[in-house]
Structures are given as structure tokens and as C-alpha cells.
């Protein structure tokens, strides 16, 4: 148990689809990421959110929305998306400031067809 | 600016034999640095973490690291590998100041243990 826990831990999805990532955190923490991991490619940070304000977004496109409706949910909406788009969706969480680390769950593997 | 660099992309090693995994950082701020390690199809599982206090820290599994600010590394050992240490690890740094943080990863050192 990581203390962050991610949802559905697989998807497929066709291009035509609406499907959404759920990330749940039960660890006081006031921040939470998402981070995108392709094959061979660096990890990705897309958004970040500090008291569920969106804080940092890395030029992502639209077909991916963010949602934080409170400082322990995270979710990321999808649709419309590419096959290029097929990654591990890695969510995290930590305290904004200071120096603690970032808290990961196990990640949603996407697969789009 | 801050910016990680992992030295290896792979290093294998035999079943027994120590590990050393390299890292260098360049920060404009006192960062902390963090080791974090993924087997397939996991998240990232935190390793151990230097916040400016001891520079030889200890972590779980038997891995250590020892921060050198003189030669602005963060390397990572282990006195004898283990198959089960066989998976990716990611060197991370992060700082804050006035109210924004930026945390920065490596690319990664995928480590293959041989029996």
C-alpha cells in the first residue's frame, strides 16, 4: 500500500472514447502530479496541483483535462486521444514546499487503439 | 537552473558483486535529492532521501548514498546485489523558494543483475 492508488490500473481505449484516470491520496499531502512514462522516453511531468489550484502545466494538449476537486482526488480526463498517447500515467503527491519527496501509486497502464 | 544527470543508461553486474549507480546534479538552490527504484509495471518507490542533513544516508533495501557537494554527486551503492534489485532507478532533485518548487528526474539507470 503506497498510500496514493490509482484507477483502473489497465485501460484500453479507442480513439473515439471518453475515459477518465482517478488518483486518490491518504496522505495529508497538499500537492498532487501527474506524470506521463513512454517507453524510453524521460519522464514527463503534465500538471501539477497545489490546493487544488493547477500550479504547473507543461504544454499538454487539450484532449488531456485535469481535475481537482479537493486536495486528496486527482483525476485526468481523456478523449480523442492518439495511439501515441499510450504511456504509464503515473500520479503522485507531497507537500508543496520544502523538501519531502513525492509519493507514487502504481500508475494506470494506457493503452490506445 | 537545476538539472539531474545519470550517468549510465544501463549497467549490469553479477549476483553478489556491489552496485554503483551514478549521479550528478546542478542546483542554484541547497536541493534535497532522492533515489526512487520501478520494477515493471510499478510506480516509483522512494529508495532514501538527502535534505541537508547527514551526506552518507541510508535507505531501504540496503542502498546508500553519499551527497558530495564538492563534486555535486548523489551516487548510489549497495554492497552486494540481489536479484530482486534488478529494475529501473531514478536520481530526482528538488528544491522550493518563494512559494514554487521544481522538482527535476534523471533519465533513469536500468540495472540487470546476473545470477
Known amino acids: 500500500e503506497t498510500g496514493v492508488t490509482q484507477t483502473p490500473r489497465h485501460l484500453v481505449m479507442g480513439m473515439t472514447n471518453k475515459k477518465s484516470l482517478k488518483c486518490e491520496q491518504h496522505?495529508?499531502?497538499?500537492?498532487m502530479y501527474w506524470y506521463k512514462q513512454s517507453a524510453k522516453k524521460p519522464l514527463e511531468l503534465m500538471f501539477v496541483?497545489?490546493?487544488?489550484?493547477?500550479?504547473e502545466n507543461n504544454s499538454v494538449p487539450s484532449r488531456f483535462s485535469p481535475e481537482c476537486p479537493n486536495s486528496s482526488h486527482l483525476f485526468l480526463h481523456l478523449h480523442t486521444l492518439q495511439p501515441e498517447d499510450s504511456a504509464l500515467y503515473l500520479c503522485a503527491s507531497s507537500q508543496y514546499l520544502g523538501n519531502s519527496p513525492l509519493h507514487f501509486g502504481n500508475g494506470t497502464r494506457l493503452t490506445v487503439t | 537552473a537545476q538539472s539531474v544527470t545519470q550517468l549510465d543508461s544501463h549497467v549490469s553486474v553479477s549476483e553478489g558483486t556491489p552496485v554503483l549507480l551514478r549521479c550528478n546534479y546542478s542546483?542554484?538552490?541547497?536541493?534535497?535529492l532522492f533515489w526512487y527504484v520501478q520494477h515493471p509495471n510499478k510506480g516509483l518507490q522512494l529508495l532514501l532521501k538527502y535534505t541537508s542533513a547527514a551526506t552518507l544516508v541510508k535507505g531501504i533495501n540496503g542502498f546508500e548514498a553519499e551527497f558530495k557537494k564538492s563534486e555535486t554527486s548523489f551516487h548510489l551503492t549497495k554492497p552486494s546485489a540481489h536479484m530482486s534489485d534488478a529494475a529501473e532507478y531514478f536520481c530526482v532533485v528538488r528544491w522550493s523558494s518563494g512559494g514554487y518548487q521544481k522538482v527535476t528526474f534523471g533519465t533513469g539507470t536500468k540495472l540487470q543483475v546476473i545470477p
Open positions: 542546483s542554484s538552490y541547497s536541493p534535497s
Open positions: 496541483y497545489s490546493l487544488e489550484e493547477r500550479v
Open positions: 496522505l495529508g499531502h497538499n500537492a
